[in-house]
T-cell receptor, first 113, second 112 residues
């Protein structure tokens, strides 16, 4: 079945440093979604990428979808303590059960003030 | 999100007991999902539903039963709880098949 790998598993940064998490799928995706989960909270949708090579920005967050639609990344510029949490990517396959997402295991980001 | 609520927030039960986790959404979303979250495994899909009276298995369905007689409710039942089912359970809904998921606050279940 479809697998979505996410690295790194953990990342600790100093406030102000940049952060990147990477997501790789074993199969071509129709789209990919990103979620953030604060400690003790529930996942919250951030963004969806659909097109090959797509780049989207939300303030200090930059999301990219690879040309082959098999990988994606989330980059945070100048991290802040409010960025703490686990970031998940979730890929949706091309065929079959279109409404099933496969989640990566997430990257836990901690920020030292 | 205020539109999707899970109950209870915390539950402790004994091995072999039946327990039902409730999920209710007020958006009239067609799709609803149950995930479990465990350290080292991320979010794994247990069951999902595309509409009332339509349900299907996800990645880890064994030991769980779902029903969806009404669009707004999607209860998850553990027929005979085992320690391996100790986890945090999240219910989610989405408007369409490719739409973003809206998660509830989760139920932390401990099976002793």
């Amino acid at each position: 079945g479809q697998q979505v790998m996410q690295i790194p598993q953990y990342q600790h940064v100093q406030e102000g440093e940049d952060f990147t998490t990477y997501c790789n799928s074993s199969t071509t995706l129709s789209n990919i979604q990103w979620y953030k989960q604060r400690p003790g909270g529930h996942p919250v949708f951030l963004i969806q990428l659909v097109k090959s090579g797509e780049v989207k920005k939300q303030k200090r967050l930059t999301f990219q979808f690879g040309e082959a639609k098999k990988n994606s990344s989330l980059h945070i510029t100048a991290t802040q303590t409010t960025d703490v949490g686990t970031y998940f990517c979730a890929g949706r396959g091309l065929r079959g059960s279109n409404y099933k997402l496969t989640f990566g295991k997430g990257t836990l980001l901690t920020v030292n003030p | 999100d205020a539109g999707i609520t899970q109950s209870p927030r915390y539950k402790i039960t004994e091995t072999g007991r039946q327990v039902t986790l409730m999920c209710h959404q007020t958006w009239s979303h067609s799709y609803m999902f149950w995930y479990r979250q465990d350290l080292g495994h991320g979010l794994r899909l247990i069951y999902y539903s595309a509409a009332a009276d339509i349900t299907d298995k996800g990645e880890v369905p064994d030991g769980y039963v779902v029903s969806r007689s009404k669009t707004e409710n999607f209860p998850l039942t553990l027929e005979s709880a085992t320690r391996s089912q100790t986890s945090v359970y999240f219910c989610a809904s989405s408007e369409g098949g490719g739409s973003p998921l809206h998660f509830g606050n989760g139920t932390r279940l401990t099976v002793t």
